[in-house]
C-alpha cells in the first residue's frame, strides 16, 4: 500500500497571507496526485489533479507542483473561505489503489 | 450536470450488513467513468473502499476486500455499497463519488450519508 503523508497536521496562517502545504507518497506515484477541500458537514471538494492542474472552477490562487513522491499545495493570498481541511490522494494503475493523505488543517491566525 | 445522492439505513447492528445505494442524476451511470464509495469515521480522514464500472468491473481497497460488495444497476441509473460483518469501526460517514477518468481523480462526490453501527 503506497502511504500518503501530509504535513503540517495543523497550520495557522492569516488572511491574505501565503500558505504551503505539503504531501509525501511512500514510493512514487509519478503525476497522479489531487488535492480536496473539505470544510465541515461538506463533502470533498476537487482543487487540483494531475498533481498541477486546477479543476473547473477553482480560483487561480490554489497552485499544485510536484511529481513522484513530493507534492505542495500553495494558495497565494488566503481568503476567509480557504480555511478548511485538505488532503492529498494518490491513484496507482497496478494494483489498482487510491489512498488519502490524513489531511492539514489549515486554520486562522 | 451529474449529481450522486446517496440512500439507506443510518444504524446497523453490530455483525449485521451495512447496505447503501447511490443515484446518479444528470447523467448516465454508463458513462466512461469508475464510480467509488469513500468513507470517513467522524474526526477522521477518507477512506477508499472501492469503485465499479458499469460493465460490472471492480477494485476494492485490499483492506476491506473481504467484507465488501459494490454492485451496478443500469437499468435504474445506480450503484450500491454491501458491508458485511460491522463493527464499530465501520462507523463513518459514506459517500459515493465519481472518478473521472480524464482527471483521475473525484471530480463528483455525494453529499454523504451518516451511518452508525451500534446495538
Known amino acids: 500500500e503506497i502511504v500518503m503523508t501530509q504535513s503540517p497536521a495543523t497550520l495557522s496562517v492569516s488572511p491574505g497571507e501565503r500558505a504551503t502545504l505539503s504531501c509525501r507518497a511512500s514510493?512514487?506515484?509519478?503525476?497522479?496526485l489531487a488535492w480536496y477541500q473539505q470544510k465541515p458537514g461538506q463533502a470533498p471538494r476537487l482543487l487540483i489533479y494531475?498533481?498541477?492542474t486546477r479543476a473547473t472552477g477553482i480560483p487561480a490562487r490554489f497552485s499544485g507542483s510536484g511529481s513522484g513522491t513530493e507534492f505542495t499545495l500553495t494558495i497565494s493570498s488566503l481568503q476567509s473561505e480557504d480555511f478548511a481541511v485538505y488532503y492529498c490522494?494518490?491513484?496507482?494503475?497496478?494494483?489498482?489503489?487510491?489512498?488519502f493523505g490524513q489531511g492539514t488543517r489549515l486554520e486562522i491566525k | 450536470q451529474v449529481q450522486l445522492q446517496e440512500s439507506g439505513p443510518g444504524l446497523v447492528k453490530p455483525s449485521g450488513t451495512l447496505s447503501l445505494t447511490c443515484a446518479v442524476s444528470g447523467g448516465s451511470i454508463s458513462s466512461s467513468n469508475w464510480w467509488s464509495w469513500v468513507r470517513q469515521p467522524p474526526g477522521k480522514g477518507l477512506e477508499w473502499i472501492g469503485e465499479i464500472y458499469h460493465s460490472g468491473s471492480t477494485n476494492y481497497n485490499p483492506s476491506l476486500k473481504s467484507r465488501v460488495t459494490i454492485s451496478v444497476d443500469k437499468s435504474k441509473n445506480q450503484f450500491s455499497l454491501k458491508l458485511s460483518s460491522v463493527t464499530a469501526a465501520d462507523t463513518a460517514v459514506y459517500y459515493c463519488?465519481?472518478?473521472?477518468?480524464?482527471?483521475?481523480?473525484?471530480?463528483?462526490w455525494g453529499q454523504g450519508t451518516m451511518v452508525t453501527v451500534s446495538s
Open positions: 463519488a465519481r472518478w473521472a477518468a480524464v482527471a483521475v481523480a473525484f471530480d463528483i
Open positions: 494531475g498533481a498541477s
Open positions: 514510493q512514487s506515484v509519478s503525476s497522479n
Open positions: 490522494q494518490q491513484y496507482n494503475n497496478w494494483p489498482p489503489e487510491i489512498t
